[in-house]
């Protein structure tokens, strides 16, 4: 699969659900280069999905700008897929035909299918299961399953929505690790919410903290550690506590009034830190 990252260039966002109703989150401003795997992590309620429904084109903002490649999203695309902490796979059809269904809709042959559809199986590890029934996998692989389909579209942004949160740890180690080492070897840009701080630091090259409400990025932190990433890892550790900490401080920064742009703090002290031990 020839694929390649995107830029990404969000300025001045700003979201409310109704005119009258609470501003989500106020002049955001974010950029990621192309390739790059960004995690945002944030309380329940501070407008990560919101934000990432705005990057997948699924929700327009009240103000600003999300461009790809300078090119201003206004819709859904299949250069930009999303995936949800659910699979959403349709239990009627077999594994293969799942992750074919996209490309149903496109200018493929079916041998065309067929073929891009094995390599998006051998990609998540699933080549075996072709014809097997979706409901006869098990969570993880239902949600390799979901992974492929995403691939198959050759997207250049993958965006995840708390994709792995609903399955044991051992099942989400292997897809943390996996996706990234995909995404990478893709060179596909990866937006990742999570609420989770190994997951951030496990699977991101830069980590973005979001806080207050309405919501701003109030801190950044670059995760610059080697792959493969192992949880045990003394570095690991270290970034991990870090991340922490910020998050705790940034969870009692009180709620600022909508219009000033937000108290970000310096990036530059965190850029040397995983050196730092
Ligand atoms: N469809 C909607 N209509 C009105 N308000 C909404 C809607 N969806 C979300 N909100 C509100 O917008 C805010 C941000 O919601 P969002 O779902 O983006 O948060 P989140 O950070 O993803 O939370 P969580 O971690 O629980 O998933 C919340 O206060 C929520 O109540
Ligand atoms: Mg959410």
């Known amino acids: 699969m020839g694929i390649r990252g995107v830029q990404i260039k969000i300025e001045g966002l700003t979201h409310r659900y109704s005119s009258r109703g609470p501003v989500t989150f106020n002049r955001v401003d974010l950029e990621a280069k192309p390739g790059e795997a960004l995690a945002i992590i944030g309380r329940s309620g501070c407008g990560k999905s919101t934000l990432l429904h705005i990057i997948a084109g699924l929700l327009r903002p009240t103000e600003g700008t999300i461009r790809l490649d300078r090119v201003l999203v206004e819709g859904p695309s299949p250069r930009w897929v999303m995936m949800f902490q659910a699979p959403h796979l349709f239990p009627w059809m077999k594994v293969a035909q799942n992750v074919g269904v996209g490309l149903g809709f496109g200018r493929w042959s079916k041998n065309e299918i067929r073929e891009r559809v094995a390599e998006a199986l051998r990609l998540v590890e ?5 014809e097997s029934n979706v409901q006869d996998l098990s969570g993880g692989q239902q949600q390799r399953v979901a992974l492929a389909r995403s691939l ?19 099942t989400r180690s292997s897809l943390q690790h996996d996706v990234r080492s995909i995404t990478k070897r893709l060179g596909i840009n990866l937006v990742i919410v999570t ?5 951030a630091v496990l699977m991101a090259d830069r980590a973005l903290i979001m806080a207050g409400s309405p919501g701003s990025i109030v801190h950044e932190l670059d995760v610059d550690l080697p ?13 991990r506590a870090h991340l922490m ?9 009180k709620p600022h009034a909508s219009g000033d742009g937000g108290q970000h703090e310096s990036v530059s002290e965190d850029k040397s830190f995983a050196n730092m031990n």
């Open 126 to 130: 699933l080549q075996g299961f072709a």
């Open 152 to 170: 198959v579209m050759e997207p250049e942004l993958l965006l995840l929505d708390e994709p792995f949160s609903a399955l044991d740890a051992f």
């Open 195 to 199: 609420h989770d701080i190994d997951e």
């Open 227 to 239: 792959d493969p990433r192992e949880r045990e890892d003394p570095a690991v550790q270290a970034l």
């Open 245 to 253: 900490a910020a998050f705790q401080e940034a969870a009692s920064v």
